[in-house]
């Protein structure tokens, strides 16, 4: 994709953004008149507690209004699927074999000592999101971040070794599928598309909630999925991928001398 066609992209969706940005600021309230017991509040709390979720706003996401977090869940799928489409290697492009990198080694000891300990925060952050803050759109993208400090604690051969993207691509399908197949699961039950229809278990562990957990993991398996093939396109991109014109082997000066070639390329 040339650089003409990614700046009009950028610059579309900026400006549906700006729109709707000012839209939403111009519709908040007042300030100082949001306090006091709000009756969805209220209502909100009272289903997360007799459902054993000690998170609210994990109730209110994968439970309350589960169905509007499938769309949600949906819109990062095709914005992942649409950004693989639009950085795909194109006819006049060609790969290049990445450069070793020269990395400091106390940069290199400090990110091979954060990787685990940041992958191991992605995943509890995933597992307890209906007890603590977080859940799996947070820790899937602590996860997926936390696999790309191989790429900076070594270099980009080092983490495509450790990250094959057909695994990834197959995970983030694998994500969606299962949440859709868990509200399925909910009307073969005899009750409504997404409704919690498993044991709430004991509060504040990590199999209460019901279905809050499950679609959790779903959720964090698509999320960290889709993150790393993402990052993956781009990092190609920056590194792989050679446009037309670079890396022949020809001269950037080449003419009547480097300099003056450069300035008449310019003066054109």
Known sequence: MSARVRLWVFLVGAAGFAVLFAVACFGLPAFGTGTGHHPYGVRAVHASLSHHTANVIASVNFDLRAFDTLGEETIFFSAVLGT?????????????????????????????????????????????????????????????????????????????????????????????????????????????????????????????????????????????SGVVVLLARFLDQAVEIEEPGEGDGSPRGAGDGGDNGDDERERA
Do not use: C, W
């Not at 685990?116 to 996860?143: K, N, R, T």
């Not at 409504?192 to 990590?206: E, H, I, K, S």
């Open 84 to 224: 693989v489409v639009l950085l795909r290697q194109a006819r006049d492009e060609h790969r290049k074999d990445p450069e070793p990198a020269v990395v400091h080694p106390r940069v290199r000891r400090f990110a091979l000592l954060m990787l685990p300990l940041a992958l191991l925060v992605g995943l509890y952050v995933i597992a307890h999101g209906q007890i603590s803050p977080g859940g799996g759109f947070q820790g899937g993208v602590v996860a997926a971040t936390a696999l790309h400090l191989l790429y900076i604690a070594a270099d980009y051969r080092a983490l495509e070794r450790v990250r094959p993207l057909t695994l990834y691509e197959i995970g983030e399908a694998a994500g969606e599928v299962a949440y859709v197949i868990t509200g399925l699961a909910a009307v073969l039950a005899g009750a409504a598309f997404l409704a919690n229809v498993l044991p709430f278990g004991t509060f504040a562990t990590l199999s209460s909630g019901g279905t809050v957990p499950v679609l959790n993991a779903a959720v964090g398996l698509e999320v960290a």
